[in-house]
C-alpha cells in the first residue's frame, strides 16, 4: 500500500506532467486565441480571395511551427517522441505547395489541436494547478492559520480555527497532496499524451500515404538530380574536350597539307596538336573525376576529401568518422556535397577557416560542413547546392543550408545508408 502511495513520487515523470501542464494554460490561452484569430480571418477574408491567399499561407506557417514546438515540448515533457506527421511538399510552385497544405488532413488535425485541444488542456491544466496549490495550504494551515487577520480561514461554507479543525484539515490537505494530486496529474498527463498523439502524431493511415509521397518526391529528386548531371557532363564535353579535339582535328589536317611543302610549319602545327592532345585528356582525367573520382571507390571517404582540400584555397579542418564503408551510392553523394560546398566558400563566402565533419550514426552518414565567411547563401539561388539537395533527397535524405547574413554558414546533410 505504501509503495503504491510513494510510486508517483519516484523519478521525474510526475514533475515533468506538473510542468507540462503549468505550461499549459499561458500557451492555450495565447496560441489558441492566435491561430484561431488567424483562421477565422482567412474564413472571413475568403470572398476576397486576394487578401485571403497570404494569410492562409500564414496561419498554416504559424501553426506548423507551433505544431513543431509542441511536439518538442511533449517529447521533454511526456516522453512522446513524435515524427512530423506531414509529407515532404513534392516540387512545384508556391501554389502547388499551398494546396499541399490546405488538403493534408494532418495540418488541419494541428490547427484543430491548437485551437481547441491546447485551451482544453490549458483549462484542466489549470484546475491540477489549483488543486495543488489547496492541498499545499491545507496541509500547511497549522503552521500559519494563528497568523490570519481573524485567526481562522475562512472557506466560505467554512470557518477553520486553530486546534482540532486545522489538524483535521492538515490532514486532509496531506491526503490529497500524497494521494489525490498526484493521481490527478499523472491521468491527466496520461490523456494529453493520447490527444498528442493523436492530433500532433502520424496516423497509420496518413503515414503510408507519407512514405508513399516521401517515396514520390525521392523518385521526383532522383530523376532531376540525374537530368542535371547529365546537362553537366553535356555542357563540360561540349565546351571542354569537345573543343580542343575540333582544333587538334584541324591542327592535323593543316600539318599534313605542309608536310611536303612547309616541314617546319608542319612539325610546329604537329607540336601545338601535341599539346591539346594532352589538354584534352587532362579535361576528360578531371571530367570522369568530377562523374566519381577513382581515388573514391578505391579507398573511400577520407582519401578522396584529403585531395579535395588540398586544392581549396582556403584553409579546410576534416573529421571523417565512418567505421564501416557505406554504399558507393552514398560515398559519393557525401563526396559531391562536401567538393561543392567547398567550391562554393572559395568563390562566394570570403571565409577564412572550414570545417568538415562526417559520422557515421544509426545507419545514416551525416555531413557538416561549416564556414566562417559573410553568409547569405542560398539554395536557390543557382550556387549548385540545389542539385547537391536533389541528389541526397534522392536517397530519402535531406539537406539544410544555414547561412544568416553575416555569416556564418552551415551546409549539413543526413544520407540514410540502409537498404
Request: proline share 5%.
Amino acid at each position: 500500500m505504501i509503495s503504491l502511495l510513494i510510486r508517483p513520487w519516484r523519478g521525474m515523470t510526475l514533475w515533468r506532467s506538473l510542468a507540462w501542464q503549468a505550461l499549459d494554460f499561458p500557451l492555450g490561452v495565447v496560441v489558441g486565441v492566435c491561430v484561431t484569430v488567424l483562421v477565422a480571418l482567412s474564413v472571413g477574408f475568403a470572398i476576397t480571395f486576394v487578401i485571403a491567399i497570404p494569410l492562409v499561407w500564414f496561419t498554416f506557417l504559424v501553426a506548423a511551427q507551433l505544431g513543431r514546438m509542441e511536439r518538442s515540448r511533449a517529447a521533454a515533457l511526456l516522453d512522446v517522441n513524435l515524427a512530423s506527421p506531414h509529407a515532404p511538399f513534392t516540387p512545384g510552385s508556391w501554389w502547388s505547395r499551398l494546396r499541399q497544405r490546405v488538403t493534408t488532413a494532418s495540418r488541419w488535425r494541428e490547427i484543430g489541436y491548437l485551437c481547441l485541444g491546447l485551451p482544453i488542456q490549458g483549462v484542466l491544466g489549470a484546475a491540477i494547478l489549483v488543486l495543488w496549490a489547496a492541498a499545499f495550504a491545507l496541509a500547511l494551515l497549522p503552521v500559519y492559520v494563528s497568523h490570519l487577520p481573524s485567526g481562522s480561514a475562512d472557506l466560505g461554507v467554512f470557518r477553520l480555527h486553530s486546534g482540532t479543525q486545522a489538524a483535521i484539515s492538515a490532514a486532509i490537505g496531506i491526503l490529497l497532496l500524497v494521494v489525490a494530486a498526484p493521481q490527478v496529474t499523472l491521468a491527466l498527463a496520461a490523456l494529453d499524451r493520447r490527444l498528442v498523439r493523436w492530433l500532433l502524431g502520424p496516423h497509420k493511415q496518413s503515414d503510408l500515404a507519407r512514405r508513399v509521397d516521401e517515396l514520390e518526391f525521392s523518385r521526383s529528386a532522383a530523376v532531376s538530380s540525374a537530368e542535371a548531371e547529365r546537362l553537366r557532363i553535356e555542357r563540360d564535353l561540349h565546351d571542354g574536350a569537345q573543343q580542343r579535339l575540333v582544333a587538334l582535328a584541324m591542327d592535323l589536317g593543316r600539318a599534313r597539307e605542309r608536310f611536303d611543302t612547309e616541314p617546319e610549319r608542319a612539325r610546329q602545327l604537329v607540336n601545338e596538336a601535341h599539346e591539346e592532345a594532352k589538354a584534352a585528356l587532362s579535361e576528360l582525367r578531371n571530367l570522369a573525376r568530377g562523374i566519381h573520382p577513382a581515388v573514391l571507390t578505391d579507398r573511400g571517404l577520407d582519401a578522396a576529401l584529403s585531395a579535395v582540400i588540398t586544392r581549396c584555397p582556403v584553409p579546410v579542418s576534416l573529421s571523417v568518422n565512418v567505421p564501416t564503408r557505406p554504399p558507393a551510392s552514398v560515398e559519393s553523394a557525401a563526396y559531391f556535397v562536401v567538393a561543392e560546398a567547398l567550391t562554393n566558400v572559395a568563390k562566394h563566402a570570403g571565409a577564412t577557416r572550414v570545417d568538415v565533419s562526417i559520422v557515421l550514426q544509426n545507419n545514416r552518414l551525416v555531413v557538416d560542413i561549416r564556414d566562417d565567411g559573410v553568409g547569405g547563401a542560398d539554395s536557390a539561388n543557382g550556387s549548385g547546392l540545389s542539385g547537391l539537395a536533389d541528389r541526397v533527397n534522392a536517397f530519402g535524405g535531406w539537406m539544410r543550408v544555414l547561412s544568416p547574413p553575416g555569416g556564418p554558414t552551415s551546409v549539413i546533410a543526413e544520407i540514410p545508408c540502409g537498404s
